[in-house]
């Protein structure tokens, strides 16, 4: 690389932490359960595609955030390439939702099938004239706080992908030098390129990750723009050690497959934000949202109320089997075992056979009898692909 990370001036204080977007995950009730058990982590909707909100806005809007008035770290993330339609859009989201902390365009995501679009999505970064026209059209539209989610570059196909030069840095830096002129605070860089013609999981490997180029963006950008560095962190010991680097000016940090894999995970993130924080309890924050599910079962589909419960149950599955201790102790994971199975019992009332024994693939299993063994396959299936 033409820079290294030693030319990156002096560090900046990482106090916040990001839940990434997810296509099919980051729901309401998933940003729920987040909120449970990391109330100071900033939650993102999943991407919401404005021409999906329309024609009536303010009931799309209302089926998807309704509840979360209260939430002052929610941000809504947009995915349009149509100024009208994405000024009005933000105007009606700013109106109902005051409380947002900020409104995101999408200028990351590479994969059509999956919630990108050939005209927007990371695809916007090959054009920076229109998306500097739509954050500015964001940014006229409200107070609140606009940011964008992109990547260090992009590729249209894997013939194209090269070690990034001067050249392309000038490129991205100009990039983000039009967002902010347009108006944007915050950008949130992922630091792995993205290809057009992939799907995510090919995405999430065959372009390298790349920190020094985000980090010599947080420096030439330092005082002007935010930087949240994005990509590749998969453990609490990967977050520390960004965390704690000397020479950076990452604003803050962003995970996504790694929260979907361990959401537990969350009380331990929160702790290292701040260690003077009360430490989450792990059965509290489950029983809350135990509770919020009970309260929601004619608001939202039992798949979506239910995933974040397996999801919790995979990672103790995994943990349980382990010979030593992780970072939670036996007695509390089979605490969250009980909780969980009473849970889904009270969710399906005799369609969940108990047991008396912890067994946690068993209980994983169970999931079946709530939302069907094609779901929970498939479930299972997207867990690996993490």
Request: glycine share 4%.
């Amino acid at each position: 690389m033409f820079f290294s990370s030693s030319d990156v001036i002096a560090a900046m204080v990482s106090n916040e932490f990001h839940v990434a977007p997810m296509q099919c995950y980051t729901n309401q009730p998933f940003r729920k359960l987040s909120k449970f058990l990391s109330p100071t982590s900033i939650k993102y909707t999943e991407m919401e595609k404005v021409d999906d909100l329309l024609p009536n806005i303010e009931a799309s809007l209302h089926k998807r955030l309704d509840g979360e008035q209260d939430d002052s770290n929610l941000v809504l993330q947009l995915g349009s390439n149509d100024v009208n339609k994405l000024a009005k859009c933000v105007r009606i989201a700013s109106s109902s939702y005051p409380n947002l902390r900020e409104i995101n365009l999408n200028c990351g995501c590479p994969a059509i099938n999956t919630g990108g679009a050939s005209t927007y999505g990371a695809s916007l970064m090959k054009d920076p004239s229109l998306t500097s026209q739509l954050v500015e059209s964001m940014c006229s539209a409200t107070d609140i706080d606009i940011s964008v989610k992109c990547r260090i570059s992009v590729f249209d196909n894997t013939d194209d992908v090269h070690t990034l030069d001067e050249t392309d840095y000038t490129y991205l830096s100009n990039y983000i030098s039009s967002i902010h002129d347009a108006g944007a605070k915050h950008v949130i860089l992922h630091a792995r390129p993205a290809i057009l013609s992939l799907n995510p999981v090919k995405n999430r490997s065959i372009p390298k990750l790349d920190y020094a180029v985000v980090n010599q963006i947080a420096s030439d950008f330092d005082d002007k723009v935010k930087i949240t560095m994005n990509g590749g962190i998969n453990s609490l010991h990967e977050l520390s050690s960004f965390q704690n680097q000397d020479s950076t000016n990452i604003h803050s940090h962003m995970a996504g497959r790694w929260i979907l894999r361990r959401p537990l995970d969350l009380i331990h993130i929160e702790q290292s934000l701040d260690n003077n924080r009360i430490k989450m309890d792990p059965i509290e924050g489950i029983e809350r949202y135990i509770d919020y599910a009970l309260a929601n079962t004619s608001k939202f589909p039992m798949s979506e109320l239910c995933l974040p419960l397996y999801l919790i149950v995979e990672q103790l599955r995994e943990d349980y089997e382990k010979e030593e201790e992780t970072l939670l102790s036996w007695e509390e994971m089979e605490s969250i075992y009980d909780i969980i199975q009473e849970g889904l019992t009270q969710l399906g009332s005799d369609k969940v056979k108990t047991s008396n024994s912890i067994n946690f693939k068993k209980l994983a299993t169970s999931f079946k009898s709530l939302v069907g063994k094609k779901v929970v396959n498939k479930w299972k299936r997207n867990r690996s692909e993490l």
